[in-house]
């Protein structure tokens, strides 16, 4: 793991922390495969499985009804927002905030209805894994109090819509909708992108739209993805993704998950990830028998679910800005590592008890250079060593059965997936009607028509729920991970540029295709809560195109880096990338697409790089965010009108 143990260690501890790595990179090998990434039969790209990824919320959502189309073929847009979920909402409300229309703004979406991840995850259990007071965005806006410290899925959806209304963006929603490309027009300053629009029991409608400027906001695990195990299209049981939960089948809703039809039924749930630590506990109510499949087990601390304290609430949220402090002391805790962490913790929770997570979104005082990283990547095993040492204390507390403990205990580092917090998961295992199934790494075997085969012994079930996760976002260029085909000035190829050398201002503006603004973590900022970071690119975003109007003292503009601030961002990211060092030699999982990313070249590694997220952490790079907008210079921007002339 190229991890050098801290020179603070005493000889025992050298010995014992040689003999864990031995072990991680033991259990890390069993779980390698020839496949990476094909192990998976991506649902976005399959037309085999394509029902899988069926719609089965469309039919409960209720549009609003206008006098015209909301988009039609050859529609003029001022600004399209790819995705409804949070970061589209978000990029929506940022520019209302500031003034602009919002029947100027179109969102375009797959799904039926505005939530992202929140429309499409419904199942039973679901839960937000950062405390609401932090991940619900906007509730000084909204004068909001969460009903409990983790907002349930409902409450999560209905506070979306809540925004929705509040911005008057109701209208501004079309769904049903798959954008296929983007393609620059230099002479008119915008784009046009070709779509399809879907209704359910019409005919498919063909459509080109213009719009002046484009977000990309379609999320970072939004393509399920389901194993590619033999004998999977021969099983004859009832089969379903966690993303598109079949409550015809399990009864109940959302609202109300009593699972009643499940009564009597062998359930089988293959997965054990941040989404299965939720179902199986709710799947155990009703079940007559549960398999729980596992390959890697998750690590998995407490959660401290709990109503909101109602006198506490308010006397937080009596203070100004009171979100955005509790934010940035959050950050300071999982960022910091095990010191310079501020002397108050606001949040206390799993999270902030884990310095070690600053492997994956980098922090302060990272190294700078390739002889600093050993020692650095030492001592960030070293802490995280602790942390997962009473992780797997826990389980044995926990779990009644000493071998089912065993097996539920993670051998790897706890920052190599996403670790997991969850009250009544580890209980679960003590029912008599909940068996986990250990594949010793390997996963499933095969499939027959009516069993789930693992080392040769059939599991019969009468339903199979896969928690198979989503596409990894590390497979793909921005324009490949949202399905896209983006093609930009002289007929650039986002693809293109990005597998040759990819660049960008801030992580959300790339040269060659103005106008467009790309929400993710590649060259930005990284945090456990992603919807704090959604929030700042859409407020960065609002600045530059409103004040490159201003500038401009026109709408019809153009605006991009400069190759000379594109290029010097990217060497800055990749000057801090080593604080992304500790991500090699992790157990397979979505963060480093199934161990792919381990087998690159040294070429291909600095490539990389250039891709990482700011190392020092989220705040110092909103610190320079703030800087760059302070200066009211759009630095490193260029500004060019329709008229042909420049600002």
């Keep these: 793991l190229n991890a050098r143990p801290s020179s603070k260690m005493s000889t025992p501890q050298h010995q014992m922390f040689a003999e864990l790595q031995g072990k991680y990179a033991a259990e890390r090998e069993k779980r390698l495969r020839d496949d990476g990434a094909n192990q998976y039969i991506d649902l976005s790209r399959s037309e085999q499985f394509r029902h899988f990824r069926v719609d089965p919320w469309v039919h409960q959502e209720v549009q609003p009804q206008t006098k015209e189309p909301i988009l039609e073929n050859g529609s003029q847009v001022e600004y399209l927002i790819l995705g409804a979920g949070w970061g589209g909402i978000l990029a929506a409300v940022r520019l209302v905030q500031n003034g602009v229309r919002p029947e100027d ?121 389901i194993p590619n195990i033999p004998g999977i299209d021969k099983f004859k049981g009832h089969i379903f993704h966690t993303a598109r939960w079949d409550y015809e089948y399990t009864g109940g809703s959302q609202d109300q998950p009593d699972l009643v039809k499940l009564r009597g039924k062998r359930v089988g749930i293959i997965g054990t990830g941040a989404t299965a630590i939720q179902v199986v506990p709710e799947l155990a109510k009703w079940v007559d028998k549960l398999y729980v499949f596992q390959r890697t087990p998750s690590s998995v601390d407490e959660r401290g679910q709990r109503p909101t304290d109602g006198t506490w609430y308010k006397e937080i949220s009596a203070q100004t800005n009171w979100q955005r402090e509790r934010s940035n002391n959050f950050h300071g805790f999982i960022c910091n590592g095990a010191e310079g962490a501020p002397s108050h913790n606001m949040v206390d929770d799993g999270w902030t008890k884990m310095p070690s997570y600053r492997a994956l979104i980098g922090g302060p005082n990272s190294p700078t250079s390739l002889e600093a990283i050993p020692s650095y990547v030492g001592g960030l095993h070293a802490i995280d060593a602790v942390r997962q040492h009473r992780i797997r204390e826990r389980v044995d507390q926990v779990v009644k059965d000493p071998q089912t403990a065993e097996k539920l205990k993670p051998w790897y580092p706890g920052f190599c997936k996403r670790p997991c917090f969850h009250d009544e998961y580890l209980p679960t295992f003590n029912l008599p ?16 028509e009516s069993s789930i085969v693992v080392d040769g012994q059939e599991y019969p079930v009468d339903c199979l729920i896969l928690s198979t996760g989503f596409r990894s976002p590390s497979q793909d260029s921005p324009a490949g991970r949202a399905n896209l085909t983006i093609i930009g000035r002289n007929g650039r190829n986002m693809d293109d540029k990005f597998n040759q050398q990819w660049a960008s201002l801030h992580g959300l503006i790339s040269r060659d295709f103005p106008n467009l603004f790309i929400f993710s973590a590649l060259q930005g900022a990284a945090s456990v809560n992603f919807s704090f970071c959604l929030d700042q690119m859409a407020q960065h975003a609002a600045h530059m195109i409103l004040q490159a109007k201003a500038k401009a003292h026109s709408n019809q503009i153009s605006i991009e880096p400069t190759h000379e601030a594109e290029e010097q961002w990217s060497m800055h990211c990749m000057m801090r990338a080593g604080a992304m060092a500790a991500m090699s030699g992790c157990t397979p999982s979505y963060l480093n697409n199934e161990g792919a990313t381990d087998k690159m070249t040294m070429q291909e590694r600095m490539s990389r790089a250039r891709l990482a997220p700011w190392g020092e952490g989220i705040e110092a790079y909103l610190k320079v965010l703030e800087e760059w907008r302070n200066t009211d210079a759009l630095e490193g921007l260029e500004i060019n009108v329709k008229d042909g002339s420049s600002v």
Excluded at 193 to 216: C, I, N
Excluded at 439 to 447: L, M, P, Q, R, S
Aim: net charge negative; glycine share 10%; aromatic share 14%.
């Design 433 to 448: 009607q909940v068996q986990l199934v250990d594949t010793n790494g390997k996963g499933v075997d095969h499939f027959t």
């Design 105 to 225: 703004i179109r969102l375009v979406d797959q799904a039926g209805g505005f939530g992202g991840t929140w429309y499409w995850n419904r199942y039973p259990g679901l839960m937000c894994d950062v405390e609401s007071y932090l991940y619900l965005p906007l509730l000084e806006d909204m004068g909001y109090m969460p009903k409990h410290r983790y907002s349930y899925g409902q409450e999560i959806r209905e506070y979306i819509n809540a925004i929705i209304d509040k911005y008057n963006l109701r209208a501004s929603g079309f769904f049903g909708t798959t954008v296929h490309s983007l393609v620059w027009n230099e002479q008119e300053k915008n784009w046009t992108l070709k779509m399809t629009h879907e209704k359910p029991g019409e005919a498919s409608q063909q459509m080109d739209v213009h719009a002046r400027f484009v977000y990309s906001a379609s999320g970072v695990l939004n393509w399920p993805k």
